[in-house]
C-alpha cells in the first residue's frame, strides 16, 4: 500500500510503498477514505514530547470501510463504513465498558495510520456511520467529538455568552457545538479575518480580531463580558490572557495544546473567582453524536473542510498548514 511516512523531525512526510497491514483477532483492516490533517500531528512531528521516533504513520482522524476482520470480531463484517476513534483502550475495564478509554486502568494508546491506503485497529474504536451519510464526511467525528467534549466540561448552558479564542479547526467545531446547545452569543477570535466567514457559517454570533481594546470589543460582540471562554490555541500566555477577558466567577476553558511551560497571573485569576477547566480526548457516546451531528442542523460541520489533497500533494500541504494560512480542516484522501 502506499501512506505518508515520518522520518524525522526537520524533514518533510514522505510517500511511500509499505506492506498492507494485517489484522489481529480483535481488529479490522480498514480502507481509508479520509483522513484530515490536525494541529497534533504537526505538534508531533516538530515536538519530541509526543515520543516519535521515525517510521510511523500518522494520521487519528479518519473514516473508511472494513475490508477484513479478525476471528474475534463480531460487530462488523466486510463492506462496513466506519469513523475511526484513535484512543485505544484495553476494552475490558471499568472506563473501557463506560466508553471511556482514554482513561483505561491498563494504560491507554493513541493510533495513527490515517495517512495511509489501508490500516489496522480494534473493533471497539469504530463506529457504523448512519445510512445515507457520506463516508467523506466521516473524518470530521473525531475533531467534533473533541470540540463536544471541551464544551460538555465547560459546562455551559442554554443562554451563556461565549468566547472562542482561536479560529482553527478545533475552535470553530467548539463555536458549532456552543451555537448548537444554545448559547446566546458565540463569538470567535483570532490574530487574522481569515476564518470569520467559516465562523459565521457554523454558528458565530460576532468575530473579533485580536489586538488593543480587546476586552472591551470582546465584551460588545458578546453583549457583555463572555461568562466561558474556550482557549484553543494552545500558547505559551493563552491561559492567562482568557482570564483576562472571561467575566468574574466566569470559565475558562482549555483545548488547546501546549507542551511549554505556561505563565499566569495568579492573582488576577483568584480576584476573579475563575475557574480554570483542562479538556483533553473524548468518550465514546461523544464520538457518536458528533457522528450523528453529521447530517443534521442548521449549521453544517462540513464548512471545517477547506481542502482535500492525495497522497503525493499530502507532504506539501501538511508543511504549509505549520504557517498560518487561510486554510481550516485539510483533508487527505489515499486514493484521490
Same mark, same amino acid.
Given at each position: 500500500?502506499?501512506?505518508?511516512?515520518?522520518?524525522?523531525?526537520?524533514?518533510?512526510?514522505?510517500?511511500?510503498?509499505?506492506?498492507?497491514?494485517?489484522?489481529?483477532?480483535?481488529? $479490522?483492516?480498514?480502507?481509508?477514505?479520509?483522513?484530515?490533517?490536525?494541529?497534533?500531528?504537526?505538534?508531533?512531528?516538530?515536538?519530541?514530547?509526543?515520543?516519535?521516533?521515525?517510521?510511523?504513520?500518522?494520521?487519528? &482522524?479518519?473514516?473508511? &470501510?472494513?475490508?477484513?476482520?479478525?476471528?474475534?470480531?463480531?460487530? +462488523?463484517?466486510?463492506?462496513? +463504513?466506519?469513523?475511526? #476513534?484513535?484512543?485505544?483502550?484495553?476494552?475490558?475495564?471499568?472506563?473501557?465498558? #463506560?466508553?471511556?478509554?482514554?482513561?483505561?486502568?491498563?494504560?491507554?494508546?493513541?493510533?495513527?495510520?490515517?495517512?495511509?491506503?489501508?490500516? *489496522?485497529?480494534?473493533?471497539?474504536?469504530?463506529?457504523?456511520?448512519?445510512?445515507?451519510?457520506? +463516508?467523506?464526511?466521516?473524518?470530521?467525528?473525531?475533531?467534533?467529538?473533541?470540540?463536544?467534549?471541551?464544551?460538555?466540561?465547560?459546562?455551559?448552558?442554554?443562554?451563556?455568552? @461565549?468566547?472562542?479564542?482561536?479560529?482553527? #479547526?478545533?475552535?470553530? *467545531?467548539?463555536?458549532?457545538?456552543?451555537?448548537? +446547545?444554545?448559547?446566546? *452569543?458565540?463569538? *470567535?477570535?483570532?490574530?487574522?479575518?481569515?476564518?470569520?466567514?467559516?465562523?459565521?457559517?457554523?454558528? #458565530?454570533?460576532?468575530? $473579533?480580531?485580536?489586538?488593543?481594546?480587546?476586552?472591551?470589543?470582546?465584551?460588545?460582540?458578546?453583549?457583555?463580558?463572555?461568562?466561558?471562554?474556550?482557549?484553543?490555541?494552545?500558547?505559551?500566555?493563552?491561559?492567562?490572557?482568557?482570564?483576562?477577558?472571561?467575566?468574574?466567577?466566569?470559565?475558562?476553558?482549555?483545548?488547546?495544546?501546549?507542551?511549554?511551560?505556561?505563565?499566569?497571573?495568579?492573582?488576577?485569576?483568584?480576584?476573579?473567582?475563575?475557574?480554570?477547566?483542562?479538556? @483533553?480526548?473524548?468518550?465514546?457516546?461523544?464520538?457518536?453524536?458528533?457522528?450523528?451531528?453529521?447530517?443534521?442542523?442548521?449549521?453544517?460541520?462540513?464548512?471545517?473542510?477547506?481542502?482535500?489533497?492525495?497522497?503525493?500533494?499530502?507532504?506539501?500541504?501538511?508543511?504549509?498548514?505549520?504557517?498560518?494560512?487561510?486554510?481550516?480542516?485539510?483533508?487527505?484522501?489515499?486514493?484521490?
Amino acid at each position: 500500500m502506499k501512506a505518508l511516512v515520518f522520518d524525522g523531525f526537520g524533514k518533510p512526510l514522505r510517500a511511500t510503498e509499505m506492506p498492507d497491514p494485517t489484522c489481529g483477532a480483535d481488529e $479490522v483492516v480498514l480502507k481509508v477514505c479520509r483522513c484530515g490533517i490536525c494541529g497534533s500531528d504537526l505538534h508531533m512531528t516538530e515536538d519530541e514530547t509526543f515520543g516519535l521516533q521515525g517510521g510511523e504513520v500518522i494520521g487519528h &482522524e479518519f473514516a473508511g &470501510e472494513v475490508v477484513e476482520t479478525g476471528r474475534d470480531v463480531t460487530t +462488523l463484517k466486510p463492506g462496513d +463504513l466506519v469513523a475511526a #476513534a484513535p484512543i485505544r483502550g484495553c476494552g475490558r475495564c471499568g472506563p473501557c465498558r #463506560a466508553g471511556q478509554p482514554a482513561w483505561c486502568e491498563n494504560g491507554m494508546t493513541l493510533i495513527g495510520g490515517g495517512y495511509g491506503e489501508y490500516t *489496522a485497529l480494534a473493533h471497539h474504536q469504530l463506529r457504523k456511520m448512519p445510512q445515507g451519510l457520506s +463516508l467523506a464526511d466521516g473524518a470530521l467525528a473525531e475533531p467534533l467529538a473533541v470540540a463536544l467534549h471541551g464544551v460538555m466540561r465547560s459546562g455551559m448552558k442554554p443562554g451563556d455568552r @461565549v468566547l472562542v479564542v482561536g479560529a482553527g #479547526a478545533i475552535g470553530l *467545531a467548539v463555536v458549532y457545538w456552543a451555537r448548537r +446547545l444554545g448559547a446566546q *452569543a458565540v463569538v *470567535a477570535a483570532d490574530l487574522a479575518r481569515h476564518q470569520e466567514e467559516r465562523a459565521g457559517s457554523l454558528g #458565530a454570533t460576532g468575530f $473579533v480580531q485580536s489586538g488593543p481594546d480587546m476586552a472591551t470589543r470582546v465584551a460588545e460582540a458578546c453583549g457583555g463580558a463572555p461568562d466561558i471562554v474556550f482557549e484553543c490555541v494552545g500558547k505559551v500566555g493563552l491561559i492567562d490572557h482568557c482570564i483576562e477577558l472571561v467575566r468574574p466567577r466566569g470559565t475558562v476553558c482549555v483545548l488547546g495544546l501546549c507542551t511549554g511551560t505556561d505563565r499566569m497571573d495568579s492573582f488576577r485569576a483568584i480576584s476573579k473567582e475563575v475557574t480554570i477547566i483542562m479538556s @483533553v480526548f473524548f468518550d465514546m457516546h461523544e464520538f457518536r453524536t458528533s457522528i450523528e451531528a453529521l447530517d443534521t442542523g442548521r449549521f453544517a460541520p462540513q464548512s471545517l473542510v477547506s481542502d482535500v489533497v492525495g497522497l503525493d500533494a499530502a507532504p506539501a500541504a501538511f508543511e504549509a498548514l505549520r504557517q498560518r494560512t487561510t486554510q481550516c480542516k485539510v483533508l487527505i484522501d489515499p486514493f484521490g
